[in-house]
């Protein structure tokens, strides 16, 4: 099994590139997970507590978990991914569950902050935007997506989104093995990566059949 992690700023493109890859390579070799999906829940804490923690942080994901998740997944043991309300800032009662494929490909901002997520990462992407562009995309998303409005986007970016970017994200760019300028729209990059992981799949392929 091969696990591909793609991280990156936030609105740079990462899903774009996860999502061509899943695309590229076909759903039957292929599994795309999100770390958004491993925020950790807060059960014990109103919708304003909820509201005030700072998601950009790493201490906000449970890593324990997807860990736990990605080395199931390796074993060949399907796993029930979480799903994550980002309306209410609560974990959903309903699961996806997961079956182990050829290629796991897991993206998210704060993959590279985590050395024990990166030690299970076969191969590390980092997809780089410029930051105004990357706000603006982050503006959209939210407002169109998630309910959010123009002043709360903009509160939220300026109190904990570019300060935990500049403080873990941007600087785990220098463990990625390919980084990947101006995200889904870098064809040549995407081809790169894509022709990387075929001929891994027919590595496996034909070690199988002997």
Do not use: W
């Not at 974990?91 to 990166?118: H, M, Q, Y």
């Amino acid at each position: 099994m091969l696990i591909i992690g793609i991280a990156g700023g936030t609105g740079s493109g990462k899903t774009t590139v996860a999502e061509r890859l899943v695309h590229e390579l076909g759903p039957n070799s292929v599994v795309l997970l999100s770390q958004d999906s491993y925020y950790k829940d807060n059960p014990h804490l109103t919708l304003q507590e909820r509201e005030r923690i700072n998601y950009d942080h790493p201490e906000s994901i449970d890593s324990a978990l997807l860990l736990e998740h990605l080395r199931s997944l390796r074993n060949g043991r399907p796993i029930d991914m979480p799903q994550y309300d980002f309306a209410t800032h609560s974990r959903k009662s309903e699961t996806i569950r997961v079956a182990p494929t050829s290629v796991i490909v897991l993206e998210g901002i704060l993959l590279f902050a985590d050395p024990s997520l990166r030690s299970e990462l076969d191969i590390k992407v980092f997809v780089d935007t410029d930051p105004d562009v990357r706000v603006l995309r982050r503006l959209m998303r939210d407002m169109q997506e998630r309910g959010r409005s123009v002043e709360s986007v903009c509160a939220q970016y300026l109190d904990t989104v570019k300060p935990m970017h500049d403080a873990f994200v941007e600087p785990s760019k220098r463990y990625a093995d390919l980084i990947i300028p101006e995200g889904g729209r870098n064809e040549i990059a995407i081809g790169v990566l894509t022709s990387r992981v075929q001929s891994y799949l027919g590595l496996a392929a034909t070690a199988e059949r002997r």
